[in-house]
């Protein structure tokens, strides 16, 4: 194994799964291929004497687990070797047992749940254990979630589920560096593309655009588009320094990117949504909130919002107190339909 993709099937993820590097350098450039390019492994083990001698002699049932006493290196995932959490299996899914046959066994069906450096696996059968090298987790490439015309049809919106480098267009407007020829074709002339954030591609068509509601829109073929995770050393509240998120790769220890979008990736671009009055309370991306509840003091609106936790997946994080213990929020309504922020409240897990 020399790297794997975070996600299962269960999670709607085909590029989930182990991979071999087969002499391309998928440790730091994996963003060059897609998953569909990358060499499938599968987690096994051989049985062998103390000489490296393979014993075929084995058979039975072999399990997988994360080895106690050597978590990822990040903060706040010593969860995932912890034998009390789920036996150690708590980032790991899929099956965690497999038959050991003249001393071989495979674990085709675990997957990692969780991005990031310098994982390992255990195996264990026999009252012997194996540990293997480590390997980095990488996240998943990004996927369309939409495409929206503008309501007046003069632009539309292809959103993408993360955040992307978007397409390393810097400051091109060249819609043919992100999009097939067939949908550069029924933009008109004149069209250009460019980014509002690095999950949003905005299309403003040209003159005599032949587009219309249902028509696909299409990623160009070996389009490199990604996305990524970062590490910065950092202080921990308790002393020391650990491996934690960043937003930017700028000034980080460590960037993971995935593979490339695969393709081929394409949505149809349907009408626009109603236009509605809308509030939106923002809330940093890596933070979850379990509720939001709106309530009156006389004649003035409010609006309650528990956070629970901070940090990627931080739902499966059972122990790291410094990503729990994280501010609830009271914003105010004001009449015009805008919020302001009124009162932090600490919480843990709110």
């Not at 599968?42 to 080895?67: C, E, H, I």
């Not at 254990?129 to 929206?148: H, K, Q, W, Y």
């Not at 236009?275 to 509840?293: H, K, N, R, Y």
């Amino acid at each position: 194994i020399d790297v794997a993709v975070a996600g299962s099937p269960e999670s709607h993820e085909p590029a989930a799964g182990f991979y071999s590097s087969s002499g391309r350098n998928i440790f730091t450039s994996a963003a060059l291929y897609e998953a569909a390019d990358m060499v499938r492994a599968v987690p096994s083990f051989r049985t062998a004497d103390k000489y490296g001698n393979l014993n075929v002699a084995q058979f039975g049932t072999a399990a997988v687990s994360m080895p106690p006493g050597q978590p990822p290196a990040m903060a706040g995932y010593g969860f995932c070797v912890d034998l009390a959490v789920d036996g150690a299996r708590s980032c790991i899914a899929g099956g965690a047992s497999a038959s050991v046959t003249a001393g071989f066994a495979s674990f085709p069906s675990i997957y990692m749940r969780h991005t990031g450096p310098a994982f390992r696996l255990r195996f264990s059968f026999g009252g012997v254990d194996g540990v293997s090298l480590p390997f980095n987790v990488l996240p998943r490439p990004p996927r369309i979630m939409s495409a929206l015309f503008s309501p007046s049809f003069s632009t539309f919106l292809v959103k993408f589920d993360s955040p992307t480098n978007r397409a390393s267009m810097a400051e091109s407007q060249d819609c043919a560096l992100v999009l097939s020829a067939t949908t550069v074709a029924s933009l008109g002339a004149g069209a250009f593309c460019s980014w509002e954030s690095p999950s949003a591609l905005v299309v403003t068509l040209g003159n005599n655009a032949p587009i219309l509601p249902g028509d696909s829109v299409e990623v160009k073929d070996g389009a490199a588009i990604y996305t990524w995770v970062s590490w910065a050393l950092l202080p921990l509240a308790g002393g020391g320094v650990a491996n934690q998120r960043v937003a930017s790769e700028a000034g980080a220890a460590i960037t993971l990117r995935s593979p490339r979008l695969s393709t081929p990736a394409c949505a149809p671009v349907v009408l626009p949504e109603r236009v509605t009055l809308q509030t939106a309370v923002p809330v940093e991306a890596d933070v979850s909130v379990s509720d939001a509840v709106p309530f009156w003091i006389g004649a003035e609106r409010f609006m309650a919002v528990a956070r629970s936790c901070r940090g990627r997946n931080c739902e499966w994080d059972g122990s790291a107190q410094g990503k729990r213990s994280i501010a609830s929020q009271v914003w105010r309504w004001l009449p015009d339909g805008t919020m302001t922020l009124h009162q932090t409240i600490p919480t843990h897990g709110a």
